[in-house]
């Protein structure tokens, strides 16, 4: 493969990126603008939480930014933005809950909840990763080393966030 071909189908990914942020745009506004606002969670819970799974932060900040409310979401396990980026190994989605215009959104008290089996941040860091990030590498101590590097990262950021340092 050519470093011509490879420009060019970075291009194209870009171009299908920003004309799909333009379609949430618009999907965004039609929803606010044509529903009742105790209508809009049936719209995002599902996307947003998809958006989390594949580590999409820009399409999480999108929605939250139309949908204020859309920050409190949580998943089939009981799990807020916060923990089921953590949990799922989003790592942009968890650097935009703790870093930027989500956190103006949730409350520290909300990001830093218990879940309903008790379990806080760091434990939802904790956790081994899914497989399909684990399975990205082709050792068990590539695989380990990640997961250590993982709970280094983010325990320390989780602990910058509380403490305001």
Known sequence: MSVVS???????????????????????E????????????????EPILEAIRRDASDVVEKI?????????????????ISQAAFKNRAS?????????????????????????CGNNFL??????GPSKKLNLLSSPPFQLQLELRWFKVNTHSIFQSETGL
């Open 92 to 116: 942009r989605v968890a650097a935009l809950v703790i870093n930027t215009s989500i956190a103006k959104h949730t409350s520290l008290s909300q990001k830093i909840k218990d879940d309903h």
């Open 30 to 45: 039609k929803i606010k603008f044509s529903n009742d606002a105790s209508s809009y969670p049936a719209f995002y819970t």
């Open 123 to 128: 434990h939802s860091v904790a956790r081994l």
């Open 64 to 80: 939250v930014n139309w949908f204020p409310s859309a920050a409190m979401v949580v998943d089939e396990d009981g799990n807020n």
């Open 6 to 28: 490879v420009f060019k189908n970075y291009k194209e990914k870009m171009e299908k990126r920003s004309v799909a942020r333009a379609l949430l745009d618009i999907v965004c």
